[in-house]
């Protein structure tokens, strides 16, 4: 058995509550009769709508495109008619400007042929990539194809995929290394070809033993001259999934403050992402569905389910049964780095990992008082920020003095938040800083 790694720094262990989900299959869920695509799915511009109001479109066709600065096209998940251009309920800005779509219900589905991608170039591969509206879908949502395409002034030599999934209750990942394990590996080796590097590691946390041992059988079998791919179990510890905490992990890098990944000459991807770029690459099949996990003891049925991009929350929570009596709070992601929710209206995203029904056992609501200095923050923060401080400067409105103490290198993890005794809401000073 390997050594299992992890980073140097901090970190916490919270309560994994994956036991709900992490044995069930990946589910279809039935497209529902409308969808609300919104425009900005990924960090950078949003896309500027290339359709009309009552157009006919069918599936996998170009809805949105960003013609300058950073993004990738956005493509429609079912053939039907645009109903609307107008606005979605956003988690985080209120309201953001969507496509509605209503969806034709007795449209087949496009079949995509397979293609053999090995004689194509890395610049071919790589506008592939784009072209299929391809982001970090583990929740950052950065395009794919400018992170594999890194400044020539920073070589790069190593892919790591990340397999770790820390936060709680969340399985997408777990389920897709078990059931998507092929597609995966394929995946890492094309983004190998465009980087033109040969060395991968995929970083799983060793409580998920199946996709490890799933994993690197794959990796064994997929071995071969100009490839090589390796399987690392890492310890189970918050935020082991963070990029820079699992390049220090497996390779012993630090990236400096501020810095990029390729800046110690290496480049990270979700195993999920890994999937993206084979159905892109081999099938021409854009980024249109995501695996999410449903969870929480607030959802009558939980579930791994595969949505199109575009359903409302409520759709999802009819079809896995309702709610449940005493639900307290509804989560756009993980526990720890996710949104709480005020409405069902709000769409899935390219990036949204789970949604979460808690109830009033699995939330804490006691109210934050004043820091008293115990220092907790400080252990648990992976980044060697001053959690306690950034949050007195803001309280104090001072927040602008607060970048010497690391402010724009906090990642927004809720370490420090976890542990406080205080219940102090860091996370929040930080965004207002």
């Known amino acids: 058995m390997k050594p299992l790694l992890t980073f140097a720094k901090g970190g916490v262990h919270p309560p994994e509550f994956k036991a709900q989900t992490e044995g069930l299959a990946v589910e279809v869920m039935p497209t529902p009769k409308e969808l609300e695509i919104i425009l900005g799915q990924h960090i950078g511009a949003p896309c500027a709508p290339t359709v009309g109001k009552r157009d006919e479109i069918i599936e996998g066709a170009m809805i949105g495109e ?5 993004g990738v096209p956005l493509h429609s998940p079912v053939t ?14 209120m309201s953001v400007p969507s496509i509605t779509i209503a969806v ?21 591969l790589l506008e592939k990539v784009h072209a299929a509206g391809v982001i970090g879908v583990g929740g950052a949502g950065f395009p794919t194809h400018v992170k594999l395409n890194p ?24 389920r897709q290394m078990l059931e998507k394990t092929g597609d995966i590996i394929e995946g890492a080796k094309i983004i190998m070809k465009i980087l033109g590097i040969n060395k991968c590691f995929i970083g799983i946390e060793n409580n998920k033993p199946d996709a490890i041992d799933t994993m ?41 403050a501020m810095a990029l990944p390729s800046a110690v000459g290496v480049v990270v991807q979700n195993v999920a992402t890994a999937k993206a770029v084979y159905d892109g690459v081999v099938y021409d099949k854009p980024l249109y ?21 575009g359903t409302k929350i409520s759709d999802i929570v009819e079809h896995c049964g309702g709610l449940q009596p005493g639900l307290k709070k509804v989560i756009m992601g993980g526990p720890m780095m996710g949104f709480a929710i005020s409405s069902l209206d709000v769409p899935i995203t390219k990036t949204t990992s789970a949604l979460l029904f808690l109830t009033e056992d699995e939330v804490d609501t006691r109210p934050h008082s004043q820091c008293i200095r115990c220092g907790w923050c400080l252990d648990a923060c992976p980044m060697g920020l001053e959690p306690k401080e950034i949050g007195i400067y803001v309280e ?34 930080v965004r207002r800083a």
């Open 80 to 93: 039907g008619k645009i109903k609307n251009i107008g606005t979605s309920t956003h988690p985080m800005r």
């Open 396 to 429: 104090a409105n001072k927040g602008e003095e607060t970048e010497p103490f690391g402010v724009f290198d906090c990642f927004l993890c809720c370490s420090c938040a976890y542990v406080c005794p205080a219940k102090r809401r860091f996370v929040q000073f």
């Open 151 to 174: 400044p020539s002034s920073s070589p790069v030599d190593t892919l790591l995929l990340n397999g770790a999934e820390c936060e709680p209750y969340i399985t997408a990942d777990h």
């Open 104 to 124: 034709a219900e007795d449209a087949e589905a496009p079949q995509y042929q397979k293609q053999d991608w090995r004689n194509l170039d890395g610049t071919v």
């Open 289 to 309: 569905e995501k695996v999410v996990t449903i969870a929480g003891k607030g959802i009558k049925r939980p579930a791994n389910l595969l949505v199109k991009v």
């Open 216 to 256: 690197t059988q794959a990796a064994a079998d997929a071995s071969e001259t100009g490839y090589t791919i390796e399987v690392q179990p890492l310890q189970v510890k918050y935020p082991q999934g963070s990029e820079k905490q699992l390049i220090e992990a497996i390779t012993g890098r630090k990236v400096p």
């Open 66 to 70: 960003v013609t300058k600065g950073l």
